[in-house]
């Protein structure tokens, strides 16, 4: 008994300690950083209320609508109209109240809900600046107070801008100031960045289809499959082997997740831990489920193309 009522007290320790972890680069973000965010990826910004009414195709509600009613409405509706919904509802919920409801219910691989879905934001934020060439530097370009730095920040910034987004950036007053500081000294190194980036077409960093996906429907997948922080890693390279994302000799779908800082919902156990493509459905496995449930409710399509099935 005490070794099981230690072992809980590790598991919430261990989820505070990734919650300040997540929150601490989340204030980081200030409202200007979440506009552009929710600018440049291809969804909008979650819908609390109607992801708490999303259901399966059973009719039963999904695994995030399941715990998003079990959430106060007042909380629920005023992390809604946040710019950050769920890192707001993490900043909101505590984990270890959180913890003991779910062990309560019996639904143990829904303890890392917040973390899982707070964490989505902030691998699509490193799919965009981040996780391909330059990720150590981004915070430490937008936070240094030198003048170097700064200019450091905005090039990066501007070679990896779509053009709605540049032509913002080019007409920032700032920009303006430092114009003019760079032609009263001499400035040509400056001068130069500055002709060559207005330019150089879009610079926008390698991303592969498999970590678009994966990042998108972290929290909730199409048609009500559970998202894919409910999958193991093996379970989460079977689902996207199925799709056409990843190759079945590649290894590095752990990798992929580990890379991003994408949370699971379970720890040590999963809700999904085996998907099997049968050609017309998809069986979704895992020992906590009271039995295999089957998706068979016609092609997955993302990004204008058909994923699944994909042979006729």
Sequence with gaps: MKKRSRDKSQHTAAAEKLKVELLDDLVLMRDADL?????????????????????????KPTPLAYALKLVPHEILADAGKRLDPFGSLLLAVDLAEWGQLCRDLKVPWMVRLWLA?????????????????WADKWEQLRRSPTSEKADDYYFARLRHAKAERRAELLRIPSLGGRLAKARQEQDGAFLRRLRRAKQEPEKRAAVTKGERFTVQHWIELPRGVPGLCFFSDSALHDLLEALGLVKATDSATKQLRVRLGLIQAGAKRHLIEEVIDLGNKLLFMGSILKRPWTYSGGPISWGGRRLWPRFN
């Design 117 to 133: 879905a707070a964490s989505q934001l902030l691998a699509e934020r490193r799919l965009i600046h981040r996780a391909h060439g």
């Design 35 to 59: 506009r552009s965010y929710w600018k440049q990826v291809p969804w909008s910004k979650p819908d609390l209320i109607e992801l708490a009414n999303t259901r399966l195709e059973s009719g």
